[in-house]
């Protein structure tokens, strides 16, 4: 993976990630309530060593629902607990038993009735509680680098696993481009880690500038919380206050075909990324992908830390949609055994 820049000054701990996977628990925040009624059952599991998709199947087939008929929102990793919901269509029908259904490493936790299929990225975001074994290091900066984090944020970088172990796929992303077919599972994740790719250079180059979360000529912004963006418009106090108060924050382009909608400073850095990559660039056009935006700088909510011990530090805190549990905790540490979870 290439380096990218540190925003707050780089690791000050050393330590061990997921030594089990109590370590590293998720928890996916809906944003809303089932309604209690419709068609579609939304079922709130914990798994560990399970797989989102392996487990929306088995649900599947244990309540008789197609494949199409089964939804969730994010893809959570296996090597942690993690409760998550998935929606399954029932219509006209009752539940089934869930005390009945069985599979290692997974329990129903509840069953709610929905008139609506759980979409991709339909939730709101995600909780963590991670904890950090063996630390060592500056331990006595600790307190102020993630008071600096709760109050500034991070870089709202793709974490390593969107680009697959050993970067496998941007690989794919180069032989998509150069014509041979993938499956369609494949491709997916080709042109996802292609987009990401050309995303994390410019809010690299805009790190190592210091911009990353300041105000550049021709800035598109997106609301917190929210997908919707606006701009360019003259910088003014406004802007200025809702920007130091995380109601706003720069975006950067999730590559795709169509003129950008930045303009000045920020079209000029962009389009230099994507012309030092126009395999990708062209690539993604070529795929029918839209130009689309994503927030450069990625807020911490409810961030909280406690010293179990001498070397072990547990973190909790709550992330949007799409976002990284890496990208806050490589502001703080360098860790062993495994990769961090998006938890998207």
Do not use: C
Not at 75 to 97: E, F, M, N, Y
Not at 123 to 133: E, P, S, T, V
């Amino acid at each position: 993976m290439e380096r990218l820049p540190y925003a707050h000054g780089g690791p000050l701990l050393r330590g061990l990630l997921r030594a089990e996977p109590a370590d590293f628990i998720v928890e996916e925040l809906l944003g809303f309530e089932p309604a209690g009624a419709g068609e579609h059952v939304f079922v709130q599991i914990e798994k560990v060593q399970a797989n989102t998709d392996w487990v929306a199947q088995k649900l599947g087939a244990f309540a008789g629902v197609a494949a199409v008929g089964v939804g969730y929102a994010g893809l959570k990793d296996r090597h942690a607990v993690t409760r998550q919901w998935i929606s399954l269509h029932l219509p006209g029908r009752a539940d089934p038993d869930w005390a009945a259904f069985e599979v290692p490493g997974v329990r129903v936790l509840q069953a709610l009735r929905h008139d609506r299929k759980l979409k991709r990225g339909a939730h709101r975001g995600n909780r963590f509680r991670i904890r950090l074994r063996a630390v060592g290091g500056e331990v006595d900066a600790v307190a102020m680098r993630l008071a600096a984090i709760a109050a500034d944020g991070v870089p709202n970088y793709f974490g390593e696993q969107r680009f697959g172990r050993d970067g496998d796929n941007l690989v794919l992303a180069r032989q998509l481009f150069a014509g041979q077919r993938l499956p369609r599972h494949l491709r997916g994740h080709a042109l996802s880690a292609a987009r990401s790719l050309l995303f994390n250079r410019v809010l690299a180059a805009r790190v190592d500038a210091g911009s990353w979360n300041q105000a550049l000529a021709g800035e598109v912004w997106m609301l917190d919380g929210s997908h919707a963006i606006f701009g360019p418009l003259p910088f003014d106090e406004t802007l200025a206050a809702r920007l130091a108060a995380r109601d706003i924050h720069p975006t950067g382009p999730m590559w795709g075909r169509g003129a950008l909608r930045s303009e000045d400073a920020v079209r000029a850095l962009e389009a230099a990324v994507a012309a030092a990559e126009p395999e990708l660039a062209e690539g993604l056009v070529g795929a029918g992908l839209d130009q689309e935006r994503r927030a450069l700088r990625l807020g911490v909510a409810d961030l909280n830390w406690e010293w179990e011990d001498e070397t072990t530090l547990t973190l909790a805190f709550a992330l949007e949609s799409g976002a990284y549990a890496t990208t806050v905790l490589r502001e703080l540490t360098d860790w062993g055994s495994g990769q961090a979870s998006a938890g998207t």
